[in-house]
Every structure is written in C-alpha cells, then in structure tokens.
C-alpha cells in the first residue's frame, strides 16, 4: 500500500527539489512506500483531503483545523524556531507611517497563501480596513506583489515575512516596511492521517532525530530547515487551532 | 485572588472607585487617564479555566497589562477591568461564550500601574472532547474609529 504525501502550495518555490528529496529520505527511514504529490493551488489540495486522499502533509496553520477536526489528523512536527509572520509593505515614495493614513479604497496585493492574507488583513484592520472595503489586486507569487508596488498598482502588499526578506536588495530598497506581524504561534506542521497514526511515533523520531547525521542535515539544508524538526504535541495543535479561530472572526 | 490595587504601583494622578467583580467580590480600582498604544503588529493572547482563572499569557500580555507571568496566572480575568467597562458587556459575553459561541467586541482594559489600553478582543470557547475546557482570548489592534464609537457608547450602558 502507499502512502499519499503533499505539502502546502505555498511552499517557497526554491525547495521544491528539497521536498521530493525528503520523500525519498522518508521512505528509507521507515520503509514506507510514501507518493509525493504537489498540488498547485490551495483548492485542489482540499478537494484532495476532502476525498480522504492525503495521509501525511506539510499543512498551512489555516487548514489545521480542518485537518484535525473533520479528518482526524494529528500533528508532527514543525520547522524548529520557525513560525508564520506577515508584513505590510509599501512603494517607498509613499510617505505614509500607519495603516491609519493609507488612503479609502486601498488597493492591495496579496497572494491566496491564506495564514498570511488573515495577518496582513488584521494588520490593516486599525485604519478600518476589510474585505468589504478594499480592493484586491491578487498575484500569483511576492514577487510579484512587490512588482505591484513599484508599478502603482497597488497601494499596499501582504507578503510572508521570509518571502519579504528574500526579495532582492534592488527591489526591497524600493519597497517600506509597515507593519510586521509578531505573533510567533502560528506555523506551518507536519501532519499525520488515520491511515498512518500507528506509524506516528515512528516517524515523529526519525524526524527529530534527523540532526544527528549527516544526510538527515543535508536533506533539512535542501528544505530550508537547518535547525530540524521538533515535535508538537496534539495540546500545542489545539492550542494554535482556537488561536486561528479567533483571528477569522 | 485578586487583591485591591496599591497607591504605589500607580503611575500618575489617579481616581478610586469600587468595582463589584463577580460573585460578589468588589475590588478597590484605582485608575488613571494614560492611556498605552497598541503596538502594531503584536497579539495579546491567554487562555483560562471554564471559570475564568488565567491559566496561560503571552509576552505581549504580560508587557501591556504590567503585571509579571507570576501575577497573572492563577489570577481571575477579571483583573484587568476597567472601571468605564459596563457590566452589560462582560454580561454579553459570558452568556455567548457559555453557549459554545465565539464573542468579540471592544474592550478598555486596566493596567497594573493604573493605566489602560485598548482592544479588540475575541473569546472562544476550548471544546476537548466535546467539553468545554476554558477560554482563548486573542486581542488585537483595534481600529481608532471603532474606539471613538465605544467611547461614546460605553457610558450610556450602565
């Protein structure tokens, strides 16, 4: 029997080699026959939990609830010291200091990764913005909400913090930093399906385990994880599901 | 417990008043005009018992209520209101949380040295294993305009 993995569409573009890479380096370990499949977008991902397909993912902090609550996933692990942040970001030539100053009928950039729209949009909800009042200008990638910004397209742009910190030198000195969100509880988690919970303590120890040599390191460096995995305990999951919960109200 | 607060922990002119609390507890508040900013960005964030009790705070909590970690847990939720809260509010709340639903609204809240600070707040209710668990209370930066409207609000409600 194999086992379906997928990683969460937001994934940064430049790991993508490193999550096939880890596949394989997961498979090894535990001898399981595990199938990575990537989905381009958020709403194939769903459909494919939806029909009970996935066993073992690299889930969105948005979707966890979903995960955990209607299909009876459970957590992992997470990235260790890593955690989702958000930034507000704007065309340096615009003078503005506080979301309170940006102008009616803000236009703004955003991509669908959806843990870092929900920040960005409580981020800009003190100068009385929402959905109802702003207009979006929805982009494929930050790159390209950063492009956004410099052509005049849009006023303001919601980027993933790291995503924001890997854009280019030329293209930051052009672009200002807001607002930065620092939440530090909401991240990213390996999860585990019912298919697999038998396997889960099996797998949980191989991952944190994965620093202690030398190809377990190399294939974290391939993911962008240099510091490991640790583990979550379900208690810590509850605790960051009723944190999301309260933020989409 | 929660304990009258103390003319030495207070910074800046002050007023006095009792605030009866719940159960029949009153509380001797005394309170200033300074008021602190949200800081941009943060979540305060704490979770309690079904009753209320402080079972955990973050660093933001800690930071805009003045109290120390050690102050707060244990301590009832209570203590950070705020004189010009109306009852009705606090009413409002534990009668939607306690039907399992989420509550969310403005709150003026009092900090350890007297002064307050403003939110927008949401509780939910904790459900583990279909019982209800606690709290999770998560307070964000409020809109200006939204404030104003409470300010003007809040007193006609008591």
Redesign the interface.
């Known amino acids: 029997m194999s086992f379906m993995f997928t990683v969460s569409p937001d994934f940064t573009p430049d790991h993508l080699s490193g999550w096939y890479i880890f596949n394989t380096w997961l498979q090894k370990q535990t001898d399981l026959a595990i199938h990575l499949e990537m989905y381009n977008d958020f709403h194939s991902q769903r459909d494919a939990i939806q029909s009970d397909k996935i066993d073992l993912i690299y889930a969105n902090p948005f979707d966890a609830a979903m995960l955990v609550r209607e299909k009876g996933f459970q957590p992992l692990v997470k990235a260790l010291g890593e955690s989702d942040e958000a930034i507000i970001a704007v065309n340096a030539e615009n003078d503005v200091e506080d979301v309170v100053h940006l102008p009616d009928g803000l236009k703004v950039a955003y991509t669908e990764d959806p843990d870092v729209h929900m920040m960005g949009m409580i981020m800009l909800e003190p100068g009385d913005f929402d959905a109802s009042n702003i207009t979006p200008v929805l982009s494929d990638t930050y790159v390209l909400v950063a492009k956004h910004l410099l052509k005049g397209e849009a006023d303001a742009g919601i980027f993933l913090a790291e995503a924001y910190d890997d854009l280019s030198k030329m293209i930051k000195s052009q672009l200002r930093v807001l607002v930065r969100s620092q939440i530090s509880v909401i991240h990213h988690s390996l999860m585990i399906g019912p298919n697999l919970l038998d396997k889960k303590d099996q797998i949980q120890e191989v991952l944190v385990s994965m620093t202690n040599d030398e190809k377990g390191k190399g294939v974290l460096t391939s993911l962008g994880f240099n510091d490991g995995w640790e583990k979550v305990e379900n208690d810590e999951m509850e605790f960051m599901i009723d944190l999301m919960d309260t933020l989409t109200m | 417990m929660i304990s009258d607060m103390k003319p030495e922990d207070i910074v800046g002119d002050y007023k006095e008043v009792i605030l009866d609390l719940y159960q029949s507890i009153s509380r001797k508040i005394l309170y200033t005009e300074i008021e602190t900013p ?1 800081p ?4 305060i ?1 704490s ?1 309690t018992t079904p009753d209320g009790v402080i079972t955990h705070v ?1 660093q ?1 909590f800690i930071e805009m209520s003045g109290f120390t970690e050690e102050e707060l847990i244990g301590a009832p939720h209570s203590i950070l209101r705020h004189p010009d809260m109306p009852p009705a509010a606090f009413q409002d709340l534990w009668d939607t949380v306690n039907k399992g639903d ?1 509550w ?1 609204g403005f709150v003026k809240n009092l900090r350890k040295d007297g002064g307050y600070y403003w939110v ?1 707040a ?3 209710p ?1 459900v ?1 294993n279909g019982q209800v668990a606690g709290y ?3 307070r ?7 404030v104003d409207e409470c300010i003007k609000l809040y007193p006609t409600l008591f």
């Open positions: 949200y941009d960005g943060k979540l964030v979770t973050n933001s989420k969310q927008k949401t509780v939910i904790n583990r999770t209370s998560v964000r930066k409020p809109s200006r305009t939204k």
